[in-house]
C-alpha cells in the first residue's frame, strides 16, 4: 500500500525566512502532485512533477522530485503572509492523475 | 476556476438518510474520480469512472457509490449516512492520457451527518 508522508506538519515561519516540506513516499512513482488549500476551499494546482530531477518555480515555492531517494521538497524562499495555507504532495500510480494519494498535508503560517 | 463544478456547495443531513453529490467535469475531461477530505486531513481517493465504468476504488465500502454520464458528469451516493462520513467530498477531472496531466479539483461539497 503507497503511504505518503510529509513533514512537518505544521510550520509556523516569519515572514522573510526560508524553509523546506518534504514529502516522502512508499513505492516507485515518477508522478508527484503539489497543491496548495486554503481554509474551507478546494485544492489548487501548484506544481506537477513528471520525471527524476523535475525542478519546477513559481514565484517563491520552487518543487523537485528525487525519485530514486522517493522525495519531493517543496522549497519556500523569502516566506510572505499570503503563503500561509495548507500544502499537500500527492503521488500518481495511475499515470493518468487519476488515483492520487495525498499526503498528510503542512500547514504553514507565516507570520509578520 | 478550473472549470469543474460541484453542487451543492453545503448540505446537512440525518444519520441513515441517503445523499446524492453532483460534478460536472472540466470540458474535454472523460475521467472523474471522487476523494472524502476529513476536517484536518488529506483527501483520501473514493474512486474513478472512466467512461461511465468504475475503474479502481479506494478504501471505501458499497455504501459508497456512484455513476458517470454520457457527458461525463457524475454522482456520489452514499447510503445509510453516518457521522463519520461528515466531511469535504471532492471531485477532481483530468484527461485520460498523456505526460503532463492533471487533475482539476472542484469547489467540493460540506456534508455534515447530524
Known amino acids: 500500500e503507497l503511504k505518503v508522508e510529509q513533514n512537518p506538519l505544521f510550520l509556523s515561519m516569519q515572514e522573510g525566512k526560508n524553509y523546506t516540506i518534504y514529502c516522502n513516499y512508499s513505492t516507485t512513482s515518477d508522478r508527484l502532485y503539489w497543491y496548495r488549500q486554503d481554509p474551507g476551499k478546494s485544492l489548487e494546482s501548484l506544481f506537477v512533477l513528471l520525471s527524476n530531477g523535475a525542478v519546477k518555480q513559481e514565484g517563491r515555492l520552487m518543487a523537485s522530485l528525487d525519485t530514486k531517494a522517493r522525495l519531493s521538497t517543496l522549497h519556500i524562499t523569502a516566506a510572505v503572509h499570503d503563503l500561509s495555507a495548507t500544502y499537500f504532495c500527492?503521488?500518481?500510480?495511475?499515470?493518468?492523475?487519476?488515483?492520487?494519494?495525498f499526503g498528510t498535508g503542512t500547514r504553514l503560517q507565516v507570520t509578520l | 476556476e478550473t472549470g469543474v463544478t460541484q453542487s451543492p456547495t453545503h448540505l446537512i443531513k440525518t444519520r441513515g438518510q441517503q445523499v446524492t453529490l453532483r460534478c460536472s467535469s472540466q470540458s474535454g475531461h472523460n475521467t472523474v474520480s471522487w476523494y472524502q477530505q476529513a476536517l484536518g486531513q488529506g483527501p483520501q481517493f473514493i474512486f474513478q469512472?472512466?467512461?461511465?465504468?468504475?475503474?479502481g476504488r479506494g478504501n471505501f465500502p458499497p455504501r459508497f457509490s456512484g455513476l458517470q454520464f454520457p457527458n461525463y458528469s457524475s454522482e456520489l451516493n452514499v447510503n445509510a449516512l453516518e457521522l463519520d462520513d461528515s466531511a469535504l467530498y471532492l471531485c477532481?477531472?483530468?484527461?485520460?492520457?498523456?505526460?503532463?496531466?492533471?487533475?482539476?479539483f472542484g469547489q467540493g461539497t460540506r456534508l455534515t451527518v447530524v
Open positions: 500527492a503521488v500518481d500510480m495511475s499515470g493518468t492523475a487519476s488515483k492520487l494519494t
Open positions: 477532481a477531472s483530468s484527461p485520460t492520457r498523456g505526460r503532463g496531466t492533471e487533475a482539476f
Open positions: 469512472y472512466y467512461r461511465e465504468e468504475e475503474n
